[in-house]
């Protein structure tokens, strides 16, 4: 009987990778054509900064409606599918040159110096030429090295590779700023980290759901701690709640980024956005009093 209930467990099990490949297949095929039909689209979510009191900038988070489903894919779904078929280095070129499309939009608009953050997969980063094409990429767009912010996560650095270290430190070499995504969830090499100095550490939002006030209070000292050793600044990215909001500024971190304060949203609204928040500011009278100690 438990043979049989272990064999059942089995079948089920390969089932499941059948359909998990088939799904996979699917939206490998339907990526190609999305790429090409313009299905992809990029959404910008602000950041916020405590001490100028200001909107900073915006990260770039890629949506895909499928046509095929007429459904959104999250891109923690598609993303790693792209990475495995290569189409991740396709996809990163567009996202890229579409963030700077619009930084230069707004900065045509009278909307302001933001700065745009693009998130580029450890895969391009064993590229040959990613240094050129970002330079080519802001030149294009007349826009300047620190207009631009490339997040990188902690993955990057454990590959070790000549590749990866001399793109990275031609980026820095442009004055492009990077940011370590998702800090503290990976397993940085301290020695590399050093050496690569980011500009920015992006505090990883699980951090604000543990329990333990000490504890999390704690994690967050010490990346600051760490942060201000290196000479970056720290971000905190998903804050939800205004316990989170207030957590964080009594933590002493100033670039801030989540729910709470905006979702991502399509270009044509953070346009609107930021108009909203530049009036509101040149009238004294901003709209921003949560933020506002
Ligand atoms: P990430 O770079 O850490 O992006 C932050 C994610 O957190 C985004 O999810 C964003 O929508 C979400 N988020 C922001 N504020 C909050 C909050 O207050 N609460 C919660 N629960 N979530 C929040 P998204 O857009 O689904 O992106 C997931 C991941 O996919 C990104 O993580 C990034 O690693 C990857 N990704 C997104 N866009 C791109 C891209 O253009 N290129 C590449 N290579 N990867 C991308
Ligand atoms: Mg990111
Ligand atoms: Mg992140
Ligand atoms: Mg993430």
Redesign the pocket.
Known sequence: EAKEGGRKRFVFYSEDITARRKEQDEIRASLSRALSDGELF??F?PQFCFSSESYVGA?????WRCSTSNEMI???KF?PIAEESGQ?WA??KF?LDEACRTAADWARRGLGQKRIA????PH?FQRLGLAAIILNTLERWSLTADALEI?I?EGVLLTDSQQVETNLADIAKLGVRIAL??FGTGYSNIAYLAKLKPDLL?I??SFLKEANHHTRASIVQGIERLASTLGAETLV????TADELQFVKDAGCQLI????LA??MRADKIAAFWLKNQQANETGNSNQSLLKQ
Request: hydrophobic share 35%.
């Open positions: 990029l959404e979510q990260e770039a988070l890629l949506r999250p891109p923690g993303i991740i996809i990163d996202v693009v998130n580029l997969s391009s997040e996560t995504d998702d992006k990883d939002r990215e998903g804050i939800e980024q989540g729910f709470l979702r991502p």
